[in-house]
């Protein structure tokens, strides 16, 4: 039974284009997270949703939008892509803050 | 904002040897939580330990154990006995009281030798 997943695990679009990354957890934990790892391997939080409400959202630009239907889901959908969007979004969720559970890593490659 | 420092970008062991990995982080606050996560080649980050700044005792979880310095912020995970399934980066993390926002340093990519 997989915990946190996230789907699709590789992405590769052109720039330009709209993709979006959906991501449900099993676990029943209130908070859901998106983090982007970039080349270097930095993890940064983008946006985190406390029982479908929004209570992080980082500096990032609008043209990333996520949604959070219910609770054990919080997708992610990002508009126009540009080359520097290229990184690995991990969902996490957590039952406590900081105790993070994370899905296996969205991959986006843009060209 | 707080920042966390992990110097040793790389680092490898002969398998069965103690290892130690650093972190230093910089805050003016008195409450907060410190973690360590694992992030293997498989690439699922997985949370190692956890350490409450207000708890003089360093956590230990089986082979894993910090060494907590708060007036010198520094917090370092010891690895005992290392197995060939620790090769992986490992993230320090910081996380204020009351706040959602963890974190992460940038990371020290560990390899075990066989």
């Known amino acids: 039974d997989t915990a946190v997943s996230q789907t699709p695990k590789y992405l590769v679009t052109q720039m330009g284009n709209d993709k979006s990354i959906k991501c449900e957890q099993n676990?029943?934990?209130?908070?859901m997270y998106w983090y982007k790892q970039d080349s270097k391997k930095f993890l940064k939080i983008m946006f985190s949703?406390?029982?479908?409400?929004?209570?992080i959202n980082e500096t990032v630009p609008n043209r990333f939008s996520p949604k959070s239907p219910d609770k054990a889901h919080l997708n992610l959908h990002i508009n126009s892509l540009e080359l520097g969007d290229s990184a690995v979004y991990f969902c996490?969720?957590?039952?406590?803050?900081?105790?993070?559970?994370f899905g296996e890593g969205s991959r986006l490659t843009v060209l | 904002a707080q920042t966390v420092t992990q110097s040793q970008p790389e680092m490898s062991v002969q398998e069965a040897e103690t290892v130690t990995l650093s972190c230093t982080y910089d805050?003016?606050?008195?409450?907060?939580?410190l973690f360590w996560y694992k992030q293997p080649p498989s690439r699922q980050m997985i949370l190692v330990i956890r350490?409450?700044?207000?708890?003089?005792q360093n956590a230990t979880e089986n082979r894993f154990s910090v060494n907590f310095q708060k007036a010198a912020k520094s917090f370092s995970l010891k690895i005992s006995d290392s197995q060939l399934g620790d090769t992986a980066m490992y993230f320090c993390?910081?996380?204020?009281?009351?706040?959602?926002?963890?974190?992460f340093g940038t990371g020290t990519r560990l390899t075990i030798i066989p």
């Open positions: 996490a969720s957590s039952p406590v803050p900081g105790e993070l559970f």
């Open positions: 676990l029943g934990h209130d908070t």
């Open positions: 949703y406390n029982n479908k409400e929004l209570i």
């Open positions: 805050t003016s606050e008195n409450n907060y939580y």
């Open positions: 350490q409450e700044a207000y708890k003089q």
């Open positions: 993390a910081f996380l204020f009281f009351g706040n959602e926002k963890l974190t």
